[in-house]
């Protein structure tokens, strides 16, 4: 079996939805380059060229990861634990 090092990601979206995952070297300066700009205008990233005004946010993976089990309708107890839609929660039953 053979292990694989990833390197850690972002993800940029943009307003019509796409998600682009780029490594988190290129985002943080990709970040540092949308806080010096002081008018929108046309970037490229990753082989797309979109307009600044675009950007929604620049996200952890953890943030998208959240989002998208809400999205299926999971949710997550007092205790810190995801549930999928539907499933009870058995966290807070004390041991007999």
């Known amino acids: 079996m053979t292990q694989v090092l990833s390197k850690k990601q972002k993800c940029v979206q943009v307003r019509s939805g796409l998600e682009i995952w780029i490594d988190k070297e290129k985002a943080e300066k990709f970040q540092d380059l949308l806080k010096n700009i002081t008018q929108h ?3 490229k990233l990753e082989g797309d060229t979109f307009n600044t005004a675009d950007i929604v946010g ?11 089990k809400i ?13 999928i839609r539907g499933q009870q929660c058995g966290h807070g039953m004390l041991p007999r």
């Not at 620049?58 to 998208?68: G, K, L, N, T, V």
């Not at 999205?71 to 549930?83: A, L, S, T």
């Open 58 to 68: 620049i996200f952890e993976p953890d943030h998208i990861e959240r989002r998208d």
């Open 71 to 83: 999205k299926r309708g999971d949710w997550q107890c007092e205790f810190g634990h995801w549930h």
């Open 41 to 43: 205008k046309y970037v």
